[in-house]
């Protein structure tokens, strides 16, 4: 989704109001960030929103990307709030070939997944289709992609090809290199 490098648009302050409705949106979507919320979006903060290309909305806290959401989409976080609180978010874990593709913008697919290096949660964990999860690489430390689910895990692991994810937001990707100042 973020392929390319992006400008940003026309920046403007959140009202109170909405700036509490999404709060309360992101404690419903992430339920393990309720004991970090106030470190991520304090109650007296002044939130922006920040329009970006391909009707994208960024909410931003002090020139910080937080969340950002296309059209009516969830809020997907930002990699640096996925970094800063990686434990708060399902996982899943590519194998070292699917790697370079995925850092270059290309689909996730399937097979990066189910195989050998890659990891998908058990049946009881398991995740559906929809779902925003984390996408760590097989051998590295930080999270490298952040998105939606296009079929579950459970689908994955029995078709063992198509597509897992398409348009998230990934390290290198222009919302990850974008200036906010």
Not at 29 to 49: F, G, R, V
Not at 93 to 98: E, L, M, P, S, V
Not at 127 to 139: P, T, W
Request: charged share 30%.
């Amino acid at each position: 989704m973020f392929k390319k490098d992006i400008t940003a648009g026309a920046k403007s302050k959140v009202k109170s109001s909405v700036a509490r409705g999404i709060r309360s949106k992101v404690l419903d979507t992430y339920p393990q960030l309720a004991e970090h919320i106030e470190e991520i979006i304090p109650k007296k903060s002044q939130l922006d929103l920040v329009k970006l290309p391909d009707r994208v909305s960024l909410y931003v806290l002090d020139n910080e990307p937080l969340f950002w959401q296309h059209m009516d989409d969830p809020l997907i976080p930002h990699l640096r709030v996925v970094h800063r609180f990686p434990n708060c978010f399902p996982r899943i874990r590519i194998d070292r070939g699917a790697i370079r593709f995925v850092l270059s913008g290309a689909t996730l697919m399937v097979p990066g997944l189910t195989s050998p290096g890659g990891r998908l949660p058990e049946k009881d964990d398991e995740l559906k289709e929809g779902d925003v999860v984390a996408v760590e690489a097989e051998g590295k430390e930080e999270i490298c992609l952040v998105g939606r689910l296009k079929m579950g895990t459970e689908e994955m692991k029995e078709k063992k090809k198509g597509v897992a994810m398409e348009g998230g937001h990934y390290l290198g990707d222009g919302l990850w290199k974008m200036p906010l100042d």
